[in-house]
């Protein structure tokens, strides 16, 4: 039962890792 938790974290962790990439590439465009 404690991988469920575990995943949403490691999915959360991916989503904020994309989420920094794509402002990254937004700041340089810009």
Known sequence: MNAS???KELTR???QLFV???F???TVRM
């Open 5 to 7: 938790p575990r995943r």
């Open 13 to 15: 962790l991916a989503a």
């Open 20 to 22: 920094q990439e794509g």
């Open 24 to 26: 990254d590439r937004t």
